[in-house]
């Protein structure tokens, strides 16, 4: 993995955007609603960031541990300071432990990620029996979400895809449902969904 992320160098202002905040906190909201989550779980959240959905997961269970690829935004993850958040620099789909977990969540990441066989064989290997996801990401768009389509290998995802994915590697009651729209500006809105699954 090179040592260097294209997220490094926009780690510093990415809690500025208003539209980020509000994003992550509609998907928290939709997470909460969908999973119970209690204080003895333990978490990962991958693609953390800079911590939008950690940090309000992480109030709510035991332990969460952010994975991500960019130091930069793991440097932001960690000036939180919160006791229970651990962070992880690193690819998730190469993450590698003898503990298991008993939820993944993630947000608007599963889109720079190439290999989606990869990605749920991984969440699967990681979960307890019973364990759960909650995988929140754009539905399918034209590609004009980014401004630069570098490191984005999808451009949204289909219910159809994913919940046969999702299947096809062990999980079961997947649901995939639509949580809202955001707005970016000067375009249309682009629809984002919540993909929850139990191992
Ligand atoms: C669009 S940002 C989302 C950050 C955060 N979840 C949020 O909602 O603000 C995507 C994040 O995923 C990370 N990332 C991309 N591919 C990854 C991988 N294979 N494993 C772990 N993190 C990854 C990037 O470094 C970046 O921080």
Do not use: P
Not at 16 to 31: E, K, P
Not at 62 to 73: E, P, R
Not at 91 to 116: A, N, P, Q, R, Y
Not at 123 to 144: C, N, P, R, V, W
């Amino acid at each position: 993995m090179s040592e260097k992320s294209s997220f490094d160098n926009r780690a510093e202002d990415w809690d500025s955007s208003s539209m980020r905040v509000q994003l992550a906190q509609n998907i928290y909201d939709a997470i909460v609603k969908e999973i119970k989550l209690t204080k003895e779980m333990d978490v990962i959240d991958f693609g953390a960031g800079t911590g939008l959905l950690s940090r309000n997961i992480a109030l709510h269970v035991n332990s969460l541990l952010g994975i991500d690829t960019s130091k930069g935004m793991l440097e932001k993850l960690d000036a939180l300071e919160m006791d229970n958040i651990v962070s992880c620099y690193g690819d998730f789909c190469e993450f590698k432990s003898v503990k298991k977990f008993d939820g993944i969540v993630s947000s608007m990441t599963m889109h720079h990620i190439k290999e989606l066989d990869k990605l749920f064989e991984k969440m699967h290997e990681l979960l307890k029996e019973g364990g759960f996801i909650a995988i929140a990401d754009l539905m399918s768009e034209d590609g004009t979400f980014h401004g630069d389509n570098d490191g984005v290998h999808h451009f949204g995802f289909e219910e159809e895809y994913l919940l046969k994915i999702a299947k096809a590697h062990g999980f079961k009651e997947a649901k995939y449902q639509k949580i809202f729209d955001v707005q970016k500006e000067g375009k249309d809105a682009y629809g984002i969904f919540l993909l929850s699954a139990k191992k």
